[in-house]
């Protein structure tokens, strides 16, 4: 008999201590599964904010180049004689302008990664990728606008046309909500090469004289 009762009551400690594990499992397993749901709602919030402030940044940096062109055009009408002077100054300006764009954008990277240490690789690269094509769409700019000042030189009819497309081309990408590359008509070199060509071209026009 006293067999029997202490069966019984080793049955019933290991029943009241499996009903307990598995308690404990079970609110083992719902805190699990309700850490990863909040894990999942604040990484689409953090991807949502993310894309917000990509493009905030996108159009405040379309302004900025659209603000930087106008000044150009500006300073094309009233270019006399002193022109080539001007132009190296231009060239001075953009290339700053440049370096600029690059610091902030390589800031706000930096930003980015250390405020989303733990975003997903996969925004990520969707960021880094918006980045690299925000970057070539503004070197398209500034290098269609060197070739502008270049062509300003040798026909201001010209120039004139093409200041006019390019004004329409930035126009239509702000309203786009994005800065895309700006179709002109010409060359595209740099305006170092502009200015060198033309250069050599005047010190050729001089030598024949």
Excluded: C, P
């Amino acid at each position: 008999m006293k067999i029997a009762e202490n069966m019984k009551d080793t049955t019933r400690e290991i029943m009241a201590s499996y009903n307990q594990r598995t308690k404990a499992v079970g609110g083992i397993v719902d805190g699990t599964r309700s850490t990863l749901n909040k894990f999942g709602r604040d990484r689409r919030k953090m991807g949502a904010d993310q894309s917000k402030a990509l493009t905030e940044f996108t159009g405040e940096l379309a302004q900025s180049i659209g603000g930087l062109l106008g000044g150009i055009r500006d300073d094309m009408k009233t270019m006399s004689r002193e022109r080539v002077a001007m132009a190296k100054d231009l060239n001075a300006r953009l290339a700053k302008e440049a370096h600029d764009i690059k610091s902030h954008t390589e800031k706000k990277l930096k930003e980015f990664s250390n405020a989303h240490g733990e975003m997903s690789d996969a925004l990520k690269k969707e960021l880094a990728k918006s980045v690299r094509d925000t970057t070539a769409s503004v070197k398209t700019i500034l290098g269609d606008a060197s070739a502008l000042i270049g062509g300003y030189r040798s026909d201001n009819k010209k120039a004139a046309g093409a200041w006019s497309s390019m004004a329409a081309s930035l126009a239509h990408a702000r309203k786009k909500g994005n800065v895309t590359s700006i179709e002109m008509g010409g060359d595209t070199s740099s305006v170092e090469e502009a200015v060198d060509k033309k250069s050599k071209k005047k010190k050729e026009n001089e030598g024949a004289e």
